[in-house]
């Protein structure tokens, strides 16, 4: 049988989709002996004060460092991973190197970072995920306080009294909550009224260049002023000028994270950055 020809849009699309099937097995086929083989790496963003610029927390983001499929960024694997159930795996692991590395203490401020971890929904709704999250942190004798877990705002979107009950347990316990990627879900105003969490990240969807931008920046407005009244500390995320550093510093938006400051960097690099001593220990 003739191959159809190459132009053809259908010859195109089935190729491409044989990659993406090629590519799901392949991860699949390495992501095991990827976490017993320490590929999957602690990346570091800082979160900067827009008053001064002064360093005022980190988040913790995975990068996949993997000889057989090179560099993965985690929208390429995460999404996988939650279906398959891998994700609880990675969270908890991300989660024990963010505790190794505890205390962060950058020479400039004498104070221990407070790290943020991105779970998933599916972790966070397995059975027993408080117990581990606690057997993890209290392992390494970590205080409770100097973690803050970030739940993306789509999390709420089924169970949504599921998700709040695991929620408002963690909050008893002394760990900083955040909402991730604000703006990008359907929580309506009662949920974030409902909610224990300290901190919402308004996402970098309402700082993109718009058409009519005295309209977004109402729309911006709002959501700081909203957040200010429920007592919520806002980060602003993906702040790439300082046009918009102005803007935000001019709405009363208190934190900004985003490549402006810095990309997210290797653990040792983000030492290096901000003169942090090596925590000491480097197993797992
Ligand atoms: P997120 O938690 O919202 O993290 C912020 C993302 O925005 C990161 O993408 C970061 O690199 C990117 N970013 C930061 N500043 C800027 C900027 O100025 N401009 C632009 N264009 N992007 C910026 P990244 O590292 O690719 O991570 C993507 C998402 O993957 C994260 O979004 C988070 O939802 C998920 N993720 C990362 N690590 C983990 C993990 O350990 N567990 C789980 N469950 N999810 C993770
Ligand atoms: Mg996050
Ligand atoms: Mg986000
Ligand atoms: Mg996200």
Redesign the pocket.
């Known amino acids: 049988m003739k191959e159809a020809p190459a132009e053809g849009g259908i010859a195109r699309y089935d190729q491409a989709f044989r990659d993406a099937v090629d590519l799901k097995n392949r991860i699949e086929r390495h992501e095991d002996h990827a976490l017993a083989n320490r590929e999957?790496a602690l990346?570091l963003?800082p979160k900067n004060r827009l008053a001064n610029g002064s360093l005022a927390g980190a988040?913790?983001?995975?990068?996949w460092e993997s000889p057989e499929l090179g560099f993965l960024?985690?929208?390429s694997f995460?999404p996988l991973?939650?279906k398959n159930g891998f994700?609880v795996q990675?969270?908890f692991?991300?989660l024990k190197r963010v505790c190794q590395s505890y205390p962060m203490t950058p020479a400039s401020s004498g104070e221990a970072l407070v790290v943020s971890?991105?779970?998933?929904r599916?972790?966070i709704l397995r059975d027993g995920f408080v117990e581990r999250l606690l057997r993890v942190v209290d392992g390494a004798g970590v205080p409770h306080e100097a973690i803050e877990i970030?739940i993306?705002e789509s999390a709420f979107v089924m169970d949504e009294d599921a998700v709040i009950a695991k929620l408002e347990m963690l909050k008893a316990l002394g760990f900083r909550l955040a909402m991730?990627?604000f703006g990008t879900g359907y929580s309506s105003l009662n949920l974030l009224r409902k909610l224990p969490i300290d901190v919402l990240?308004i996402?970098?969807g309402f700082l993109a260049e718009n058409t009519d931008a005295e309209r977004s920046r109402s729309v911006l407005k709002g959501v700081i002023d909203m957040a200010r009244d429920l007592g919520l500390t806002i980060v602003c995320?993906?702040?790439?000028t300082e046009g918009q550093i102005a803007m935000l510093r001019e709405l009363g938006c208190p934190i900004a994270?985003?490549?402006?400051f810095s990309?997210?960097l290797p653990e040792r690099e983000f030492r290096k950055l901000y003169d942090i001593p090596d925590s000491g220990s480097e197993s797992l």
Do not use: C, H, W
């Not at 994270?257 to 402006?260: E, I, L």
């Open positions: 999957f990346y963003q988040e913790a983001l995975v990068r960024p985690p929208n995460i991973f939650e994700i990675l969270d692991y991300m971890v991105n779970f998933s599916v972790t970030e993306t991730d990627d990240k996402d970098r995320e993906g702040v790439e994270q985003g490549f402006v990309k997210p």
